[in-house]
């Protein structure tokens, strides 16, 4: 069970042509241990940058984040490395694949790095694409499978090692009403264990009481990123 | 992981091997031979005469009084002397090595198809000059400088009976003085000593009655002079080796280049899942690392295969002169202990330092700067 909080987050990108992209200003967030977070907007209002920047996959310019005692902003990369293994699972919105290796292994790449053995990382991985519909997936290639489904399996790599912490961009994007219900009922599954929740999704479909919520608005409209936060 | 990883790149392997390959394979094939001819004069070096002793006037050499073999023979420490002419000759359009010696116990002891010399007029040939004229024993044998004589085809070495006896033409003394219009003539004495007589027995060459002024090697000498020549030809190759080697590493890196993206995005997603900076480097090292072994062994079969089978063709002229550019047979070759390990050494230099250094820097970044 791991809270994470934020305070202060800006990101700005720096476009080829010398552009800067304001994508995050002055964004807080805070969800207890076991908590549920939805961060919510329009396209283009940085929620996927805000999810990266609290998974410590991008420095935030500006801003702090901590996950329980650790504030991972303030760490040296090998140590945010170290914690993201141990405590957090992300399941990327874009393709993020190794295309040449099968569903499960690709489910697995983490645990292979653990040094679990093969037969015990496909029976893991088999579990995880189990739960998401997609154990007669396993063997085929990400290219194979629809975006729907390649979604799910990022989801499936997020959660094979059991992290406290599970980031989810957009995990029920491109995915009919059943299927939605399938993976949301995943994320509920793994929040009833403990495991503190971030999805980030255009609405917060599904949100129950006690969820919480941050709505990111396009940076155009308030002349920076701008958030409100309800919970 | 690494295996599948390698596997699964098999383009980026693929093109990687063949740049190393073709750095690769003609300095091994090359250093290969040079090593070889190096071995094979040392050989005969060790069989040979401990002192080599020929005619000098005016710093070029001359021919010497054969008679003198008696009082060479007659220095103390001298325990046997051979009297041989060695001169070019053309025949057939071809230029032989002529060797005249002294009787049958002077005669090279290699393998040949047919007999050996029995007696004048008879002649052993090499396999260059037997299939230039298409000679085999028993045949007639003419030369142009005196088509009168006729000489018989006793026997022909084999290709592999040795670098030195490709072309040659072997005969007796006699018809080798009557050939070259010297009679009573050689060009050396091969002196055999006891052990520790040499500079001595040398000494005394040079101040016998008759002989003149003389030039004596002794083996050592001979040694180092073959050593240096090896020496020389073998740095020769290795200096235009390393401009092709050059060549080929910027195109190997220009194609690691092109796969930067791949293998940035691949880093930045290992990064991202938890993989530490080490376990990616260890997997890219490990990967790189069985694609330049893999890219080594290949080298070095393929070296093999060119110098073995495919008899050093269009390289064995590089390194003796005269030799047609697919000689009858392959030139003596060694693929030694270092010459291998120089080439997985190389290999695996080159590629993990291509693969490595740009990962590393990728890895020490946070995931999504490294694989976006």
């Known amino acids: 069970m791991i809270p994470v909080r934020a305070e202060g987050v800006e990101k700005v990108f720096r476009s080829r042509g010398g552009h800067r992209v304001t994508a995050l200003a002055g964004v807080g967030v805070e969800v207890p241990a076991g908590g549920f977070l939805f961060v919510t907007g329009p396209s283009g209002s940085g929620k996927t940058t805000l999810l990266h920047v609290l998974a410590g996959l991008l420095r935030p310019d500006r801003g702090e984040v901590w996950w329980g005692e650790d504030r991972i902003t303030g760490l040296p990369e090998p140590r945010v490395t170290r914690l993201r293994r141990r405590l957090a699972g992300f399941a990327f919105q874009r393709d993020r694949y190794l295309e040449r290796a099968r569903v499960w292994e690709n489910v697995t790449v983490l645990l292979a790095a653990q040094g679990v053995g093969r037969r015990q990382r496909r029976a893991r991985a088999l579990e995880q694409l189990g739960r998401l519909g997609l154990a007669d997936w396993a063997d085929h290639y990400p290219w194979e499978l629809s975006g729907g489904q390649r979604q799910r399996v990022a989801l499936a790599r997020a959660l094979v090692h059991g992290p406290g912490v599970l980031f989810a961009d957009e995990p029920a994007a491109q995915v009919d009403p059943d299927t939605a219900g399938l993976v949301e009922a995943v994320l509920r599954e793994e929040n009833a264990r403990g495991v503190t929740v971030v999805v980030a999704s255009h609405e917060a479909l599904g949100a129950k009481p006690g969820d919480r919520m941050i709505r990111l608005e396009p940076s155009g409209r308030r002349g920076g990123a701008a958030w409100r936060s309800s919970s | ?372």
């Open chain 2, 1 to 372: 992981m690494a295996l599948a990883d390698l596997a699964r790149h098999t383009f980026r392997t693929a093109v990687v091997g063949a740049c190393l390959a073709a750095a690769l394979v003609p300095y091994l094939a090359g250093l290969a031979m040079v090593r070889g001819l190096e071995r094979e004069a040392r050989v005969s070096l060790a069989a040979g005469a401990d002192l080599y002793v020929t005619g000098e006037a005016f710093g070029r050499t001359r021919p010497l009084d054969a008679a003198m073999a008696e009082a060479i023979r007659a220095v103390p420490g001298v325990e046997r002397v051979a009297a041989r002419i060695t001169g070019r000759a053309y025949v057939g359009g071809a230029l032989a090595l002529v060797l005249g010696v002294e009787g049958p116990a002077a005669w090279p002891a290699v393998p040949r198809a047919g007999r050996g010399i029995e007696g004048p007029g008879e002649v052993l040939v090499g396999a260059e000059i037997a299939r230039a004229l298409s000679l085999s024993p028993r045949d007639l044998l003419t030369f142009p400088r005196d088509p009168a004589e006729v000489f018989t085809v006793a026997g022909v070495f084999p290709p592999a009976a040795g670098l030195w006896s490709r072309d040659a033409v072997v005969m007796g003394l006699g018809d080798a003085q009557d050939l070259f219009g010297r009679p009573g003539q050689v060009t050396e004495f091969l002196v055999w000593v006891r052990p520790g007589f040499a500079d001595t027995v040398a000494s005394r060459i040079r101040a016998l009655n008759g002989i003149g002024s003389v030039r004596i090697q002794d083996r050592a000498l001979v040694g180092a002079l073959v050593e240096a020549g090896y020496g020389t030809s073998g740095g020769l190759f290795t200096a235009l080796f390393w401009a092709a080697f050059a060549c080929s590493v910027l195109a190997m890196w220009v194609v690691l280049g092109f796969s930067a993206g791949e293998r940035g995005r691949e880093v930045g997603l290992l990064k991202a899942l938890g993989w530490y900076t080490e376990e990616v480097l260890a997997l890219v090292a490990l990967e790189n690392g069985l694609s330049a072994l893999l890219a080594a062994s290949g080298s070095v079969v393929l070296a093999w295969l060119w110098v073995g089978p495919g008899r050093g063709a269009f390289l064995a002229p590089y390194f003796v002169r005269g030799l047609p550019p697919v000689p009858l047979a392959g030139l003596p070759y060694r693929f030694g202990p270092a010459l291998l390990l120089a080439a997985v050494v190389l290999s695996e230099t080159l590629v993990l330092t291509a693969a490595l250094v740009p990962t590393w820097r990728l890895a020490r970044r946070p995931p999504l700067e490294a694989g976006t």
